[in-house]
């Protein structure tokens, strides 16, 4: 972690809302709406600006939700790939779950530390890399990689590439500054 | 004599470029240049939903939009290719943006326009811009943002707020230098909205190169 404890604290129990709890209860006992891990530090954490968080939330369950136009394997390679890049271990850790859960194996989670270069990648998947790598470089996704992923995705799957990844380069931002801890039993890098 | 002093002026007018042009920048020799026609052009007229054609076609001439009159249709218009992400985008965007935002905007464009400019996004400086004089910011303080932190004539207060966007974009995280100082003034909800100002303008820089947002007619690029 880079830090090693909180700079921002998640939001003691005693100052929940009634239209908190139901959430932070859930993200408690790892029954959230993304992940059977527990997810509450970083809910919490959001919880300390209650409007922002709410409309973070809408716009958060677009790239996870159903309305992201990527499939979620795909999803979850940017997802861990710029959260490595920004070295977000929180971020790492939960997309592990939940790469993990939409059928990536160990050994390909471990090779995306790697990178888009590593032996094993498939060419789409070493696009996928690729993209994340350019965006957190020059906050562009280059000719190349731009053309290679539009031979077999349309208009709206290649801007949920740039959403999802911009999504969680701010997400690693939010996490790394405001110092969220690991959830219990969750492991990092 | 006059021409000299007008080649050494020239020459500082160089360096100042050159210590203006942004880390990332100088060092993405390799890269391919940005699109200069869009990847992803704005929805055309004949496919807008009656929603949409309500919400777009204003920009088109320029419309109320922040507090400023803003020709933004390109921006919009793309976005509009996928109207599902757009819609949801709009509700985040508008905590930014809008009045749940607890920063004052014209602290607010600050870290707009320095992520624009160190993600080297013109679309995205070209309208902040606009908005940022329509909070407070003056011609010369737009300029200085180029320039960094370190230029001479920031308060502490604004040089941190540069400070905190530059750790931002290089590290994906606030120093304790930068964090302490701006938390001496600043409450919770400010520090964490420093933090989505500027993750989310990181986000819409992405958007705009890669999908080859050009700027709309009449607006200023850098």
Known sequence: MKLSKPRIPPLPESQ??????????????????????????VMGTLGNHPIAAKK????????????????????????????????????????AVIGRACGLSDAEIERIKKGPDAPGWSE?????????????????????????????????????????????????????????????????? | MI?????????????????????HAQSAKNKSPDPTTPRIPPLEQSQWTEAQAKELAPFKDGAM???????????????????????????????????????????????????????????????????????????EEIARIKLGAEAPGWSAHDALLIRAADELRKDAMISDATWNALAKTYTTQQMMDVVFTVGQYNLVSMALKSFGVQLDEGVKGF
């Open chain 1, 56 to 95: 973070f939330n809408v716009w958060a369950f677009h790239v996870m939700g159903d309305t992201s136009t990527i499939g979620a394997r795909e999803r979850e390679i940017l997802i861990l790939r710029i959260g490595w890049l920004c070295e977000a271990e929180y971020e790492w850790a939960q997309h």
């Open chain 2, 65 to 139: 939009m922040f507090g400023t009159k803003l020709k933004a249709y390109n921006v919009l218009g793309t976005l509009a290719q996928h109207e599902a992400a757009r819609q949801k985008f709009n509700v985040w965007s508008n905590h930014v943006m809008g009045d749940t935002n607890t920063l004052p905007p014209r602290e607010r464009e600050i870290l707009i326009l320095r992520i624009g400019w160190l993600c080297q996004a013109e679309y995205e400086w070209g309208q902040h811009a606009v908005i940022g004089k329509g909070v407070g910011l003056t011609d």
């Open chain 1, 124 to 189: 789409h998947d070493a696009l996928l890399l690729r993209a994340a790598d350019e965006l957190h470089k020059d906050a562009c996704i280059s000719d190349a990689t731009w053309n290679g992923l539009a031979k077999t995705y349309n208009t709206q799957q290649l801007m949920d590439v740039v959403f999802a990844v911009g999504q969680y380069n701010l997400v690693s931002m939010v996490l790394n500054s405001f110092g969220v801890q690991l959830d219990e039993g969750l492991k990092g890098f």
């Open chain 2, 3 to 23: 021409k000299l002093s007008s080649m050494s002026l020239g020459c500082m007018a160089m360096l100042g470029l050159l210590l203006a042009s942004p880390a």
């Open chain 1, 16 to 41: 929940w809302s009634a239209e908190q709890r139901p959430g932070f209860e859930a993200a408690k006992k790892g029954k959230s709406a993304i992940s059977n891990a527990v997810v509450f530090n």
